[in-house]
């Protein structure tokens, strides 16, 4: 096992406009890519974001070596209940997520 901000690059998370964020993973090469792609799940992500898995979307790009995820902020960008602004928390979450070893 491993954490998975060990693993790759660099996680970031942002805005995808006030309703959406996204969370780019940049793996930085392809056998970390391999491990990525294999290892997190979308239904991961979906519980780490607490949404529905069909609400989440995936972009694996093995030529950037870069997997992709889209998914509804918890509240709209700017209102009163909104905690992070920026979008910018979620990649600190997913970091510490623990991929399985690889196979």
Known sequence: ?????????KVRSKNAGPFWLTVDIFCGNPDSYRRVVSGLKTTDVAKL?????????????P???????????????????????????????????ELPEAV
Do not use: Y
């Not at 096992?1 to 690059?9: A, Y």
């Not at 949404?51 to 694996?60: C, G, L, M």
């Open 1 to 9: 096992m491993g954490k998975l901000g060990s693993i790759v690059e």
């Open 49 to 61: 974001a607490d949404t529905p898995t069909q609400h989440v979307k995936r972009f694996d790009i």
């Open 63 to 97: 030529d950037l070596n870069v997997v992709k995820f889209s998914f509804p902020r918890p509240q709209v960008q700017g209102t009163p209940q909104d905690r992070d602004m920026h979008g910018a928390a979620f990649a600190s979450l997913l970091a510490e997520f």
